[in-house]
């Protein structure tokens, strides 16, 4: 596609609930990044990949929180166990290059946890 | 951990007026920076970014932005805003070896008609 996409873009869950967030980056962008955003918050670094690799982890802020990007494209964000303090938007973005000179964000998905 | 402070949350201006958003960071090293704008129900969008060189950077729609080492800043400028202007502008840092951004908090800025 022309843009960064993710899905769904608005999810509401009652606490306790899986949730899986998706993004489909840039056709051939090597870079995948996700950050969450809480209200009133700058995106905060999650994770990101090059290629199907998952490079840094780092700002995961627990095990409940996985991510993957099995073939190099397409990526899924995991939530188990969802909590009420879940509740952020989450952003994706692709980069054509590892160092990231430039981001492309997606509209983001927007989750609420009851 | 490097951080980034965004000074002002709410920025009120009519239109024509001059604009400048303050973005001061905090890292010794090597720093890359960048201005990124949300525009109301779109995408985080980049703006303008400063690798090296001309510590005055141009971005789209008459923006720039200066940086100043001394200061650890990377404030945002625009002689002349528009309404359409209206959005939150969030500035960002990436030290010189890691790949993601640490973003501030963001200024939402309004422009009366």
């Known amino acids: 596609g022309a843009g960064v996409s993710q899905s769904p873009r608005y999810k509401v869950t009652k606490r306790g609930q899986d949730v899986a967030l998706r993004c489909d980056p840039i056709s051939g962008h090597v870079s995948l990044y996700w950050y969450r955003q809480a209200l009133g918050q700058g995106p905060e670094f999650l994770t990101y990949?090059?290629?199907?690799?998952?490079?840094?982890k780092s700002g995961l802020p627990n095990d409940r929180f996985s991510a993957e990007r099995p073939e190099g494209s397409i990526s899924t964000l995991t939530i188990q166990r969802t909590e009420q303090r879940d509740s952020a938007m989450y952003r994706c973005?692709?980069?054509?290059?590892?160092?990231?000179?430039?981001?492309?964000f997606g509209e983001g998905s927007r989750l609420t946890v009851l | 951990a490097q951080s980034v402070s965004q000074h002002n949350h709410h920025v009120i201006l009519s239109e024509a007026a001059s604009l400048e958003l303050g973005c001061n960071y905090s890292y010794g090293g090597t720093v890359n920076l960048f201005w990124y704008v949300q525009y109301p129900g779109q995408h985080l969008q980049l703006l303008l970014k400063?690798?090296?060189?001309?510590?005055l950077v141009k971005g789209i729609k008459g923006f720039e932005a200066e940086f100043i080492k001394s200061k650890f800043s990377f404030n945002l400028r625009k002689p002349s805003v528009q309404w359409s202007d209206t959005a939150e502008y969030f500035c960002a840092v990436k030290s010189g070896s890691a790949r993601q951004l640490t973003f501030g908090s963001g200024t939402q800025l309004t422009v009366l008609p």
């Open positions: 973005a692709s980069s054509s290059d590892p160092s990231a000179r430039e981001l492309f």
């Open positions: 990949f090059n290629y199907e690799a998952q490079q840094d």
């Open positions: 400063y690798f090296s060189g001309d510590p």
